[in-house]
């Protein structure tokens, strides 16, 4: 690791709403703060177009909207925001915490709060990256109009997937929701209203193991996860809804996390490494909105105060 | 017109004058969604950096964005943002959907180095 450029009391990892929201507790309490974010301000927030439940906020304000008006909060209360860097090194484990961005700046603090979210999950077969962009989409609404007229497949057997499924009706002949099991883990309603449309067929109990194409892509080859028998579906496009992962790749292996990669803390947002403390969708939990991000990103300021005080 | 920093493409006259009268030339062709903005953001970064790059945005749903949205190498993009890098007036390189930073300047410095 290079020699250390600057020294903040705390740094936050992720600029979501649970690392913005640190951000501003914390600038709040005139404790030196830094926010890394390896992508975009707002985190998952930007994939909302409209956030109706968000307390306080005017009906149907846009992800992104909010996510601005959370970073200009923060900046107001002295918060220094570096975005679109990427994390080539960090050590967690002594009293000075350093953190290095793109191979280059170094920088320290006595606490760390990792904030860094979650990324939507690829099926990770054969074929599915050469054809990211020309026929696979992790977004309904931003691809879904490419596919006017045209057969698809929907994986997946959450809400986002079933809903996105009706959704894509509007655009597609033909929409085959492919699932592994043989029930759905969507709300009765979200699997009511998809049954009930005529364009959607559904393959259950089966798994995708490779995309197939050459200058396009042409089919899925399927894996019926009871008897193992394999075949070929045609189709035209391939949406992928099955959940997200906890960004926690790139985190030093003695920090606590769960049998699904997430962040273990405790109730006060601290986590097994001294003065690590973690928020929002990359710690182990059961619900993931803005606002249970909001709540973890507020407590976890706190206790790297209380931390940083004491 | 798109909600961002960057500078805009409005129209195919624009377009044209725009990648004629600059030696490098970086165009995001999208929508304001999830796909999209981060690549905004992504250029809007790395404007200062390539001082010798212009960096423009395009609407994707813009009458005029034919010239993206039909261009040879959009042959089979099915996924926005339609990213555009011109050398001297020629499209050297196309991407279809989100790109990270790492890649977009992986292809900045592979063309415009």
Known sequence: MNKITDTYDVIVLGGGPAGLTAGIYLGRAKLKTLIINEGSIGGQMVLTHAIANYPGAKVDISGRDLSLDMKAQAKTFGCKIESNVEVTS???????????????????????????????????????????????????????????????????GGNSALEEA??????????TV?????????????????????????????????????????????????????????????????????????????????????????????????????????????????????SDGTIAALSAIDFIQS | MLNTNLKHITSEADFKQVIESNEKVMVCCGRMGPMCLPVYDIMEDLEEKYESVVFYDMAFDSPDAHVIRNHPKSAGFMGLPFTYYFKNGEAVEATSSIQSKKQVKELLDKHFA
């Open chain 1, 90 to 156: 960090m050590d967690l484990s002594g009293e000075l915490k350093q953190i290095e961005i793109d191979d280059d700046e170094v920088f320290a603090a006595k606490a760390v709060i990792v904030a860094t979210g979650g990324t939507p999950r690829s099926m990770g077969v054969p074929g599915e990256t050469k054809f990211k962009g020309s026929g696979v989409s992790y977004c309904a609404t931003c691809d879904g109009d490419f596919f006017e007229g045209k057969e698809i497949i929907v994986v997946g």
């Open chain 1, 166 to 175: 009706v959704s894509l009706t509007q655009y597609a002949s033909k929409v």
């Open chain 1, 178 to 294: 492919i699932h592994q099991f043989d029930h759905f883990q969507a709300t009765e309603h979200a699997v009511k209203i998809a049954r009930e449309n005529e364009k959607i067929a559904f393959i259950m109990e089966s798994e995708i193991q490779a995309v197939l194409g050459d200058q396009t892509l042409t089919g899925v080859e399927l894996m019926n996860m009871k008897t193992n028998q394999r075949s070929i579906v045609s189709t035209d496009g391939i949406f992928v809804f099955i959940g997200y992962v906890a960004n926690t790749v790139a985190l030093p292996g003695s920090l606590a996390l769960n049998s699904r990669n997430e962040i273990v803390t405790d109730a006060a947002m601290m986590t097994n490494l001294d003065g690590v403390f973690a928020a929002g969708d990359v710690r182990e939990k059961r619900y993931r909105q803005i606002t249970t991000a909001v």
